[in-house]
């Protein structure tokens, strides 16, 4: 029998909880009609009004000060260029072209935990947990949550700072070589628009990318030319698709990765997150994760080593085509390992020697059970014990029941299974079968400490809670002989 334990602690959604970002309406006209009552405003009126702000915010003064003023620059370039304008009016400008968004306000769940980077506190282990949020327009972003477990298995979670700052976005510099790859593996290149990469380097930016693309444009005298533009639009989406952001804020409870590209438009979705360690030692933290526009889906991953800049990378390849991919947390005979769905039903095995370029994957595990008979999928990374890889899986049953699983691969070999629960590891109980979405026990990652399985679990795609698991016994049940 496995020995399971449910924690008292419960992450919940909290409207309180928002997000300091820019507003700007999406009619040029409006903007200016604002921008002209904004300068008609005697300026004792507009100090009165940032006075006001600054004492309903808690945010502190120089800070939010900077954000305003930053914020401003959106809407520069509608203010006529003769115009002299103080720090005050930039200041004045920057807030009411700002708005506060509570990006958790609905739901806070599908966590992923790693090990924190910085273990500094001695008889404690510290961590680091994702979360998928939802807000106002069902959009999906990930926020963080800090916490700690102590040699008893109690966990504790660090205060919550009640304000979440964006980041800095800036534009990768791209490889002509690879970006090809990708245009080409998307099925975007043709010989209707290759001449676009004619005039590029071998290394280039957003900006040449743009330029090349509208000399390509001009040059066009073929009758097609919505066809054309259709499919150099495309080259756009995708640079604009890799990007990094950059926090200036420590605390990782006032972050956020909120959708920042065409792609992620309509949201992030449930990041399994791995600490993962090259041959040589360093450490990078990657999270797979589902961008989702409106209408598809894409797989993308973020990579980070200080949860404070983050890398954003679109993966390819036909293998990298579903949701759900989780890396292993090293190398396998020096190649990335990741699982994954090709079929919406069967969980697969793919390998690579590149992390963001997946070509092939064969079947792993298909549904066997009752409670997995609609699909099964992996719920984040395998994790490596002594006995092998483990993986926390998740099931589809009746009444689209969600229960998690577990399954045991082989250490030098994990595309061969050598153990599976033939009952779930945990399945919605009576207190657990409602929320906004009912009968959903959902995790997208998990973390061994000791002997000890910690695994954070959503309930009701709503809120998050956490469980241990005594691994012998988890192992026993699997018929593992150890």
């Not at 420590?250 to 920042?260: L, T, W």
């Not at 450490?283 to 989702?292: K, L």
């Not at 947390?329 to 994954?340: A, E, N, S, W």
């Amino acid at each position: 029998m496995i020995t399971i334990r449910k924690t008292p602690v419960r992450i919940a959604p909290s409207s309180r909880r928002t997000l300091v970002r820019p507003f700007i309406p999406g009619n040029t006209v409006q903007v200016e009609h604002i921008l002209f009552r904004i300068m008609a405003l005697p300026a004792e009126k507009k100090r009165k009004i940032l006075a006001d702000l600054y004492d309903r915010m808690d945010i502190p003064y120089e800070k939010l000060r900077s954000i305003f003023i930053r914020h401003s620059e959106h809407v520069r370039n509608r203010i006529p260029s003769d115009l002299e304008l103080t720090a005050e009016d930039l200041e004045f400008i920057g807030a009411v072209f700002t708005q506060q968004y509570s990006l958790e306000s609905t739901a806070l769940f599908n966590p992923s935990i790693v090990l924190h980077p910085n273990q500094d506190i001695e008889g404690v282990v510290k961590f680091i947990i994702s979360l998928r949020a939802i807000g106002e327009g069902h959009i999906s972003s990930i926020t963080f949550r800090e916490g700690q477990i102590d040699e008893n298995c109690t966990i504790t979670l660090k205060e919550n700072s009640p304000i979440i700052y964006e980041p800095e976005r800036t534009a990768h510099e791209y490889e002509k070589k690879i970006f090809m790859k990708k245009t080409n593996e998307m099925g975007f290149l043709s010989t209707r628009n290759s001449a676009v990469f004619d005039s590029l380097a071998d290394y280039f930016t957003l900006e040449d990318l743009e330029k090349s693309i509208n000399r390509v444009k001009n040059a066009n005298i073929a009758a097609n030319r919505v066809e054309l533009e259709n499919s150099l639009n495309n080259f756009k989406l995708l640079a604009l698709s890799n990007f990094t952001l950059d926090f200036s804020t420590d605390d990782i409870s006032e972050q956020a990765i909120y959708p920042a590209a065409p792609s992620q438009s309509n949201g992030l979705e449930d990041a399994r997150f791995v600490r993962f360690v090259e041959d040589n030692g360093s450490v990078v933290y990657y999270a797979t994760f589902t961008a989702y526009d409106g209408k598809t889906i894409l797989s993308e991953m973020l990579e980070t080593v200080d949860f404070k800049e983050f890398k954003i990378f679109s993966l390819n390849g036909p293998a990298a085509r579903n949701k759900g991919m989780a890396l292993f947390p090293r190398r396998i005979h020096g190649l990335y390992m990741m699982l994954g769905r090709q079929d919406n039903e069967a969980l697969y095995i793919m390998q690579s020697d590149n992390p963001h370029f997946w070509y092939e994957a064969r079947p792993l595990i298909k549904p066997t059970f009752d409670w997995e008979m609609i699909q099964i999928g992996n719920c984040g990374s395998p994790i490596e014990i002594e006995e092998g890889w483990l993986v926390i899986t998740h099931g589809v049953g009746p009444l689209r029941t969600y229960s998690l699983g577990a399954l045991l691969l082989d250490k030098n070999e994990p595309w061969r299974v050598i153990g599976r629960l033939r009952e779930p590891l945990l399945s919605p109980a009576e207190d657990e079968r409602f929320g906004y979405v009912p009968n959903v026990i959902y995790t997208c990652g998990a973390l061994v400490i000791g002997r000890t399985l910690i695994l954070p679990y959503a309930i009701g795609d709503i809120l998050t809670t956490f469980a241990t698991v005594e691994l012998d016994s988890l192992l026993d049940e699997m018929g593992v002989v150890r």
